[in-house]
């Protein structure tokens, strides 16, 4: 069964603390994104990466980092630099950065207090 | 530059109504259009794309959209609204001319359906 699985579906933090978000696909794609929604402001793209060991900072990478070692895999961390983490983070995938269309995992909710 | 406006933040319609969520459209190239569907606390899910082929797209779940360049408008619609179609809906334009595929996002339109 294919697809983009993220985890955990709720993540809570104290501010000030670093946070690893994970973010797996068997979809056997090249690009992977991440993205942050907050509510009424549609999806930012906070970073992605059109192949393994490369990425790229989207529209708002400040306070976050990423690895790609993986084809599989593309971790995100919040970083305690990150201002308002606070947030739902969608990770997505696509066969390439030239293919159209994005698959998205179910996404994980974080509350830092 | 690309960009994406959902005329409406809020639509709400009966059950068996018909369903129109608006779309207006910002794009210096032949823009790809996709609307995706989020259900509460969920990914996104594809419902249509349009990528420069027939100007009618058809979707899943009973849903279509038409490109039209002339009022760059990619406006969704659906004969017959049902409960399950209640959700957020978003626009979104892709920019393929960095290479980055970036996806450009409208700020979404959440449809209510009264039974």
């Known amino acids: 069964d294919g697809g983009i699985t993220q985890s955990p579906k709720y993540l809570f933090r104290k501010e000030g603390q670093n946070v690893t978000l994970s973010c797996e696909q068997n979809l056997n794609h090249d690009a992977m994104y991440w993205y942050r929604q907050d509510p009424g402001q549609g999806l930012r793209l906070i970073y992605y990466?059109?192949?393994?060991?490369?990425?790229q900072k989207g529209d708002i990478a400040e306070g976050y980092s990423v690895s790609r070692e993986k084809k599989e895999s593309f971790p995100l961390t919040v970083t305690s630099a990150q201002k308002n983490p606070t947030a739902f983070y969608l990770c997505a995938s696509s066969i390439a950065t030239s293919s159209y269309e994005q698959y998205f995992g179910p996404g994980t909710r974080l509350t830092v207090t | 530059a690309q960009s994406v406006t959902q005329l409406d933040s809020h639509v709400s319609v009966s059950e068996g109504t018909p369903v129109l969520l608006r779309c207006n459209y910002s794009?210096?190239?032949?823009?790809?259009l996709f609307w995706y569907v989020q259900h509460p606390n969920k990914g996104l899910q594809l419902l249509l794309k349009y990528t420069s082929a027939a100007t009618l797209v058809k979707g899943i779940n009973g849903f279509e959209a038409e490109f039209k360049k002339s009022e760059t408008s990619f406006h969704l619609t659906k004969p017959s609204a049902h409960m399950s179609d209640a959700a957020e809906y978003f626009c979104?334009?892709?920019?393929?001319?960095?290479?980055?595929?970036?996806?450009?996002f409208g700020t979404g339109t959440r449809l209510t359906v009264i039974p």
């Open positions: 979104v334009v892709s920019d393929v001319s960095t290479g980055a595929n970036n996806l450009f």
């Open positions: 794009s210096s190239y032949s823009p790809s």
């Open positions: 990466s059109q192949i393994v060991n490369d990425f």
